[in-house]
């Protein structure tokens, strides 16, 4: 089994940072992508970036230049840095990962951490 943890959300205002961390236990040989989704109130799951072991990305196209998806594999630990923060990036984040790039693109993961909140207000 795989574990994962995130840290790093909180309360900023529009056009602010934040940068979530998420480090990932366990069985970590069974995964190569990780990645974070967003779920707001009301609104479906979406996939923000995912990120493999060798560093190729994905991202959403409505975060597409505002947030960067990093990975330290030696620490196990995938960072999302978010910056030009907007009302609509409020949700709760999600760590997760998945044996490769194609299933997380798809939804598919084999572990998720437990959400960290992200609200962006003024």
């Known amino acids: 089994q795989v574990q994962l943890v995130e840290s790093g959300g909180g309360l900023v205002q529009p056009g602010g940072s934040l940068r979530l961390s998420c480090a990932a236990s366990?069985?970590?040989?069974?995964?190569?992508?990780l990645g974070w989704y967003r779920q707001a109130q009301g609104k479906e799951r979406e996939l923000v970036a995912g990120?493999?072991?060798?560093?190729?990305?994905a991202y959403a196209d409505s975060v597409k230049g505002r947030f960067t998806i990093s990975r330290d594999n030696a620490k196990n630990t995938v960072y999302l840095q978010m910056t030009s923060l907007k009302p609509d990036d409020t949700a709760v984040y999600y760590c997760?990962?998945?044996?490769?790039?194609?299933?997380?693109?798809?939804?598919?993961?084999?572990?998720w951490g437990q959400g960290t909140q992200v609200t962006v207000s003024s």
């Open positions: 997760a990962a998945s044996p490769n790039m194609a299933l997380l693109l798809r939804n598919n993961y084999v572990a």
């Open positions: 366990g069985n970590i040989f069974s995964i190569d992508a």
């Open positions: 990120i493999t072991s060798g560093g190729r990305t």
